[in-house]
């Protein structure tokens, strides 16, 4: 291994060794090292790369300045290629930067070149930021947005994001009208302190994670690698028991339940196009109540589309069509509402986001159900 001098040495005391282990180069090397006294950065190896073994003899004693840092190669051999490594350390002022910041908000992400994402990954999983020596950061969240996924070089970067909510374009007109409307950005007063902050940090650790939910999880995985070829690694699962914790803490509970596993979704898909999947997969074994109301729901939608408008009385075989159409449609909306209170009934274990999911489904399945009867009275009253 080199020496590696982090101090300032004399050139005297650097030629004084030369003698000794090169006396065949030291003529060349002091006739190179003339009149450099005021370079305390010049490299002395790159030099002795480029003598010959014909040359050198010269006192030490004519040359004495002083350099910054070099590196020895093995004294047993030629020099090879320069390696002064202190030359090319860069000590950042890492102040208002990243390595500083508490929480860090990174626009396009992934744009950046292959070498960050190496000193993101330890900023990111150990608070430790090589500046050149290891210095700890008070990171507590990094946020990130990109309008793209990332290439090969940053995907393990993205799986160390334990949070990844895709977010698309506004569909709805209504709410692009809210949007064109409502242009004033609304005003923040909640502030928490760090020392707050800390503190629920240490409640949250307090959360239980019940056997139950880890059975759960361990039923999840298994799922996810025999339909989807979605693996969970042993640091993801662990991030995500931290991450369930801290959502029910958010909902005011002290112990995980089952209600808690619709963010798993947003942590577990390698491409977007696989939550839905997954999402199926998390409502089938962690939430079957709220699973099946939401089978129900979609059933009772496309009833109701298929429904559509009051045909013109002009077209009668149509009419009368879309009458027994209409009227079959509320007769199977109101079978469906009394199957959900049924299963609500005989689900006395529901958790409360199950109950309040069943709840929302039949008010909104009796409301399309009331508006699908309306159109038939208006119907039936035109004849």
């Not at 050198?56 to 350099?67: A, K, N, R």
């Not at 995907?155 to 692009?176: C, G, H, M, T």
């Not at 529901?350 to 159109?375: C, G, L, Q």
Request: glycine share 4%.
């Amino acid at each position: 291994m080199p020496a590696r001098f982090k101090r300032r040495v004399p050139l005297a005391d650097v030629l004084e060794t030369a003698q000794k282990q090169f006396p065949e180069h030291l003529p060349s090397l002091v006739e190179e090292l003339s009149g450099l006294e005021s370079s305390p950065r010049y490299s002395v190896i790159d030099l002795l790369s480029s003598l010959t073994d014909e040359e050198l003899e010269q006192p030490v004693q004519q040359i004495d300045g002083h350099i910054h840092a070099f590196v020895w190669d093995d004294f047993g051999h030629k020099f090879s290629a320069s390696d002064i490594p202190i030359l090319y350390v860069l000590k950042r002022n890492i102040e208002g930067r990243l390595p500083w910041a508490h929480l860090a908000n990174l626009e396009e992400i992934f744009n950046g070149p292959d070498m960050l994402f190496g000193s993101l990954h330890r900023v990111a999983n150990e608070r430790i930021f090589e500046n050149p020596t290891p210095e700890e950061c008070p990171l507590i969240s990094i946020i990130g947005s990109s309008n793209h996924l990332p290439g090969e070089k940053a995907e393990a970067f993205l799986d160390r994001i334990l949070l990844k909510y895709p977010v698309d374009y506004l569909q709805d007109p209504a709410n692009k009208k809210r949007l064109m409307m409502n242009r004033v950005r609304p005003s923040i007063q909640t502030q928490i302190s760090l020392a707050e902050l800390f503190a629920m940090h240490a409640e949250v650790e307090q959360v239980t994670f019940p056997e139950i939910i880890a059975d759960t999880l361990l039923n999840l995985e298994l799922k996810l690698a025999q339909q989807m070829s979605i693996f969970i690694s042993d640091r993801r699962r662990g991030d995500i028991i931290d991450l369930l914790k801290a959502y029910a803490y958010m909902q005011g509970e002290d112990a995980v339940s089952e209600e808690h596993l619709d963010i798993l979704p947003y942590c577990l898909w390698n491409d977007p196009k696989q939550m839905g999947g997954i999402n199926s997969i998390v409502l089938q074994i962690g939430s079957p109540v709220t699973a099946k109301a939401i089978e129900v729901l979609d059933a009772a939608k496309q009833l109701y589309n298929q429904v559509g408008d009051v045909p013109s009385e002009d077209y009668e075989d149509e009419a009368n069509t879309w009458q027994v159409k209409a009227s079959g449609s509320t007769k199977q909306m109101k079978t469906m509402i009394n199957d959900l209170n049924h299963l609500l009934a005989s689900t006395p274990n529901a958790s409360p986001s199950a109950i309040r999911k069943v709840n929302d489904t039949v008010a909104k399945i009796e409301a399309m159900k009331n508006e699908v009867f309306e159109k038939v009275k208006a119907f039936l009253q035109q004849e």
